[in-house]
DNA sequence: AAATTTTGCACAAACGATTGCGCCATTCAA
DNA sequence: TTGAATGGCGCAATCGTTTGTGCAAAATTT
């Protein structure tokens, strides 16, 4: 059996020192208290001789703060979402700081359970990438004193600090390779409605078109979930149209994977019977039956500035150089649409 | 501005009660400790009212346990794991705890530091997918005695309790099928050697072939990682080949992936050039270029029994009947392996 | 040699919860 | 009327850290 000392009160006695002087040697603070070289050296030895770790949650309560950050994400089964949690979580290793990570299961109701729990976990700051259009809950969090990032979207009629993708320049970005191949007739089938992320992908859509000259179809716009189920369900409804579009704009990866299972069923192919674009570049992305062209968002990048603006938001006072930012994203051109030479 | 009670002697004050009254109602004492019943609902209301929430740090401390979860995964952003992770979360926090999450860059040394990090934290148990074939530092941390349950693989030489598919059945069922379609020269690229998950598969690889009085094919044995590259890699060396294999058993998901990138590359078809089985079935698969033969693991059982088991470890005194399981995987069959009517 | 400064460390009080024990008031039994 | 039993709650110690303050001993100055 290993020599083993529990706290650092057993280290100290065995060490023949005072617990505050273990403490500080530990928080590299001898110089400042005087603590003799060959008194710190003891008790480095010592701790590693008994295998001596603090204890971070009497370390946690004294200090006031825990080095933990919440991450509340709506799906981390996503690898959209799944990517920037690594990078967060890496990034905040790397600092010191553990992630306690919740799934919103993108209920409302279950992120604000989630954020009462941080809250009540003495969290340092939370990340969010909020569930749905209500963000009363979030902002109450936020004035309650806990730092507070919001990724992937940001919250209108707040000013809660925001790392997000450029939404409408990527859209933007889709729909003018759309238009310059030749297509007219695009539908748009959008994730939840009124979600910022969406309406600039929509805002986007629109403001293609109409740069232009090319007149707005409302029944094209359709849907009103990010999964796979309204893909599909939105793509037999484009299918049974009277005047069909030759295209469509895919607001996320899930749903574009719902338009293909549609497609298949009805025996269409992309991109001859049917073009495509979608958000959200995925390993899959070039090897699908037809190599999808779509909209790579910056997860890393995401992932690491929304921690390094937490970081700044719990460290500095002055909180006036805090910056939201949209990102930019990158379009990446394969073979889902398909060339009209002739206007349809 | 809300009235707000940040501790239990606040509320106490507020109150006119003892912290020891409110924390006894609060906990649903108030029997045990004949608090009156127009006392209790006192202090519930007015734990309402200053919208106090108890400090769980300092309940941690003193309880020593902190309703905290280890969660260490090689890679987060891997839907596989993505999606375990998912369910151990919503299991967890049904039952009052929280995650915290690990990403251990499929490194050793990130794990063993994972590992102290949360035992310093005190959480309550720990989950994990191991990184490597080293197990020590896993095996110390529980000898410590903190509860631990492996899951995705098992490690050999410990009786570590763990949670995994059965990955030689999922193995043998991929080339039943395989050479039931008549193929006879089939190519295993494999993930990392001497991982139980990867052992297993392979085991499995060869039974297969034994049983129908198929030789082994040493060379049709190759890699040694389960990402991306190694599957291009090696399929790269496979089409190389004097006598190249007619399929290839694929032993992940990112390997499948190389794969289909380097046969893309060369102009190859599946099935028509090569046929594939691939471990890990995944949302796109029935819309890639050819729909895949895959074995799904059961994710979500594997994530459920891991947190079932965790908890039974960390309740129950007589850890008898802590059992490990192997659950069943499931081949599901689509295009991408092609019928051989004569044999090769 | 006395006074002062510096060195080197320890005492004890927090942090916010839980809990063994104790104490007073009331009710009941004798 | 007294003693015992019960009801209803509070005191103070504790969990393992950190830290403001304090106090000897050694070194230096006067």
Avoid: W
Wanted: charged share 25%.
């Amino acid at each position: 059996m290993v020599k083993k000392a529990n706290n650092i009160k057993e280290l100290a006695e065995k060490l023949k020192l005072s617990p505050t002087t273990v403490s500080r040697v530990l928080n590299g603070k001898s110089k400042t208290f005087r603590i003799s070289s060959v008194t710190s050296q003891k008790v480095f030895d010592g701790a590693r001789e008994y295998n001596y770790s603090p204890n971070r949650i009497a370390r946690g309560l004294k200090l006031e703060k825990t080095e933990t950050l919440g991450l509340i994400i709506p799906d981390i089964a996503n690898p959209y979402f799944g990517s920037i949690a690594k990078t967060i979580e890496v990034e905040a290793h790397k600092r010191g700081y553990s992630i306690i990570l919740g799934d919103s299961l993108e209920e409302v109701s279950t992120e604000a359970e989630l954020l009462k729990l941080l809250t009540g976990r003495k969290a340092d700051g939370i990340i969010i990438a909020p569930a749905g259009k209500k963000s009363r809950h979030i902002v109450e969090a936020e004035q309650q004193g806990i730092p507070l990032v919001v990724i992937d979207r940001f919250l209108p009629d707040t000013n809660l600090p925001y790392i997000t993708t450029n939404n409408y320049a990527g859209a933007l970005m889709a729909m003018e390779h759309l238009i310059e191949m030749g297509h007219r007739n695009i539908a748009c089938i959008q994730g939840i409605n009124g979600i910022s992320a969406n309406t600039d992908r929509v805002q986007g859509y629109c403001d293609a078109l109409r740069k232009k000259g090319i007149a707005i179809n409302d029944h094209y716009i359709l849907g009103n979930d990010f999964g796979e189920l309204n893909g599909y369900n939105q793509t037999r409804k484009i299918l049974k149209m009277h005047h069909p579009p030759t295209a469509i704009f895919a607001l996320s990866n899930l749903i574009s994977l719902g338009i293909l299972r549609a497609l298949k069923e009805e025996g269409l192919k992309v991109p001859d019977d049917m073009s495509l674009v979608s958000f959200d570049e995925q390993p899959y992305s070039p090897f699908l039956a037809c190599p999808m062209t779509t909209v790579e968002q910056p997860r890393n990048e995401i992932g690491k500035e929304a921690f390094e603006l937490l970081l700044q938001i719990i460290n500095d006072k002055n909180q006036e150089n805090i910056i939201s930012k949209k990102l930019m994203p990158k379009l990446i051109i394969r073979d889902s649409v398909k060339k009209f030479s002739i206007s349809n």
